[in-house]
């Protein structure tokens, strides 16, 4: 997910609604708090452990169309594998369905998804495959696409026919579709389609400063939470880059990752939020559309080493 032109932060628009649960935690105030000191906190906020993270499968000099190997799929899982519950993959083809076979087998839960975009006949095989993994007892959550609708890549009807398709195959596992936070209210039809909501909520991405990003993090929440009208809600991704550049008043930063970290991890344990954190390691090849800053997702750098 990279800046939406007409979503971005607003200091007066960012209040929330009621005071659940959900916002029990408040951001941290590290205005005081040493650089080192954070760090320590971020070291042992990463080691009480994760609900789920994203799994980055390109190593550098890898991109998305390369075939990944499960022997590389392997030994970046056991990496994970001490500091989360849940994996997230993003496709069922080439090496990525390694990552739901090899987590599985590791004894993780795995929210699995089809890549779908315009190419219908790769369509089909990212479809197969996430029903096929399943059927080998590999999938706990189907995602079937991830952020189409902001794409362009297919109409509504396309979607819903291929969300339909995926839960008339596997009845007893929850399906849904990842998008942004606010897409669930403006189109009620893949909502309601939904056995779960699954959103991606980026306060970095709407220009949000570091000192109020947790804050309007919860919000996006709560308007994914409104619209799926009781349904269970996932955050699919959130996260923060280390470096990169600037977007209005969002800065990446180590400092700020590591605050970013902190604060939604606290908050997802307090009040047992389900997150995936995104991402698990650098990945080089994300450096385009979104700018240098694309390439600094990860807890773990692209060498595999952790950052902080």
Request: proline share 3%.
């Amino acid at each position: 997910m990279s800046f939406r032109a007409g979503h971005y932060f607003s200091l007066e628009n960012n209040t929330l609604e009621n005071n659940s649960l959900e916002n029990e935690h408040q951001h941290i105030d590290f205005s005081e708090i040493p650089t080192k000191e954070i760090a320590e906190m971020w070291r042992e906020t990463l080691h009480k452990g994760m609900h789920g993270i994203c799994f980055s499968l390109y190593e550098d000099g890898q991109k998305p169309g390369d075939i990944i190997t499960a022997d590389q799929v392997n030994r970046r899982i056991q990496i994970l594998k001490p500091h989360t519950k849940w994996i997230r993959s993003f496709s069922c083809i080439e090496g990525n369905e390694h990552i739901a076979r090899i987590a599985h087998q590791n004894g993780m839960k795995t929210l699995v998804g089809a890549w779908l975009g315009s190419d219908l006949e790769l369509n089909e095989k990212e479809i197969e495959g996430l029903i096929t993994l399943a059927k080998e007892g590999c999938v706990a959550i189907a995602a079937v696409g991830n952020e189409v609708m902001y794409r362009g890549d297919l109409t509504e009807e396309q979607l819903l026919a291929y969300i339909d398709r995926v839960k008339q195959a596997l009845p007893d596992i929850p399906v849904g579709y990842v998008d942004a936070y606010y897409e669930f209210s403006h189109r009620p039809r893949i909502t309601e389609a939904c056995d779960v909501i699954l959103t991606n909520c980026y306060p970095y991405w709407e220009g949000c400063p570091i000192e109020y990003s947790l804050h309007h993090m919860q919000s996006m929440f709560g308007a994914a939470k409104d619209a799926g009208k009781g349904k269970r809600v996932i955050i699919t991704e959130t996260g923060w880059p280390s470096e990169g550049g600037s977007l209005k008043g969002a800065v990446a930063s180590n400092e700020n990752a590591m605050k970013y970290f902190i604060d939604t991890q606290l908050w997802s344990q307090q009040n047992d939020i389900e997150i995936f954190y995104f991402s698990s390691f650098d990945e080089s090849w994300k450096v385009g559309a979104e700018g240098d800053v694309g390439a600094y997702w990860g807890i773990w750098n692209k060498d595999e080493t952790l950052k902080y």
